[in-house]
C-alpha cells in the first residue's frame, strides 16, 4: 500500500525556519516525483513545486521560488520542504502528494499544519 | 501560469439529485499528440487531503463510485455527480497539470439542500 507520512504539527515564530518532511512507503520512491501543495486556513490548493527523488531535480512554482527549498534523502525514502523566514501569512497545512503516470497527484500525505504565531 | 477557474462557487442540491461542477482553464489544456486532456478532479472532506476522483479530464480513479463522471475538453471541463449521496458532501477542485507551474480552481463547495 502506497503511504505518504508527514511530520506532525508545527508551532514557529516569525523570521524562524522549519523543515517538513514526507516519508515514502510500499512503492519505489525513486520512481516518482514528490509534490508540495499549500492549502492556507479556508482556502484553496496551491502548487509549490516538486522534486524527482531519483536525481534530486526540483522544479518550483514562481510564487514560491526563493522562499522555499524542496531536497529529499532518498536512502531513507523521504522528501522535505523548508521554509525560512516564515510570516504569519505561512500558516498553512502543507500536503505532499505523488503523481503516477501523468502529473496529476494520486496519493496525498495527510498534511502538517504549520501555525506562525509571535 | 494557466488560471483555473470554477463555477458556482457553492451549491446546494437535494439527495439523489444532481450536481454539475463546472471548470475553464484560461488555455487549452488538450494535448493534440497523445489526444488527452492534462485536468483532474479531487474531492476534499473537511479535515482531509484531497483524493483524486478524475484524471485525464474523464478516466474516474479507481474505487471511486460510478455516480461521479468527468467531461469536457480543451478549456472547458464538467464534473458530474448524477445522484448525490450524503458522503459527496464536500468541496470539489480541478487541477490542470498540462505545464508547471501546475494550478488549481478555487473550488466548489457541494451541500445538501
Known amino acids: 500500500e502506497v503511504q505518504l507520512v508527514q511530520s506532525g504539527a508545527e508551532l514557529k515564530k516569525p523570521g524562524e525556519s522549519l523543515r517538513i518532511s514526507c516519508k515514502g512507503s510500499g512503492y519505489s520512491f525513486t520512481n516518482y516525483w514528490i509534490n508540495w501543495v499549500r492549502q492556507m486556513p479556508e482556502k484553496g490548493l496551491e502548487w509549490m513545486g516538486r522534486?524527482?527523488?531519483?536525481?534530486?531535480?526540483?522544479n518550483y512554482s514562481p510564487s514560491f521560488q526563493g522562499h522555499v527549498s524542496i531536497s529529499c534523502d532518498k536512502s531513507i525514502n523521504t522528501a522535505y520542504l523548508q521554509l525560512t523566514s516564515l510570516k504569519s501569512s505561512d500558516t498553512a497545512i502543507y500536503y505532499c502528494?505523488?503523481?503516477?503516470?501523468?502529473?496529476?497527484?494520486?496519493?496525498w500525505g495527510h498534511g502538517t499544519l504549520v501555525t506562525v504565531s509571535s | 501560469d494557466i488560471v483555473m477557474a470554477q463555477t458556482p462557487e457553492s451549491l446546494a442540491v437535494s439527495l439523489g439529485e444532481r450536481a454539475t461542477i463546472n471548470c475553464k482553464s484560461s488555455?487549452?489544456?488538450?494535448?493534440?499528440?497523445?489526444?488527452?486532456?492534462?485536468l483532474a478532479w479531487y474531492q476534499q472532506k473537511p479535515g482531509q487531503p484531497p483524493e483524486l476522483l478524475i484524471y485525464w479530464a474523464s478516466t474516474r480513479e479507481s474505487g471511486v463510485p460510478d455516480r461521479f463522471s468527468g467531461s469536457g475538453s480543451g478549456t472547458d471541463f464538467t464534473l458530474t455527480i448524477s445522484s448525490l449521496q450524503a458522503e459527496d458532501v464536500a468541496i470539489y477542485f480541478c487541477?490542470?497539470?498540462?505545464?508547471?507551474?501546475?494550478?488549481f480552481g478555487p473550488g466548489t463547495r457541494v451541500d445538501l439542500k
Open positions: 522534486i524527482d527523488p531519483n536525481d534530486s531535480y526540483t
Open positions: 488555455q487549452s489544456v488538450f494535448f493534440g499528440p497523445n489526444n488527452k486532456n492534462y
Open positions: 502528494a505523488r503523481q503516477t503516470s501523468g502529473d496529476f497527484f494520486h496519493y
Open positions: 487541477q490542470q497539470y498540462y505545464s508547471t507551474p501546475f494550478t
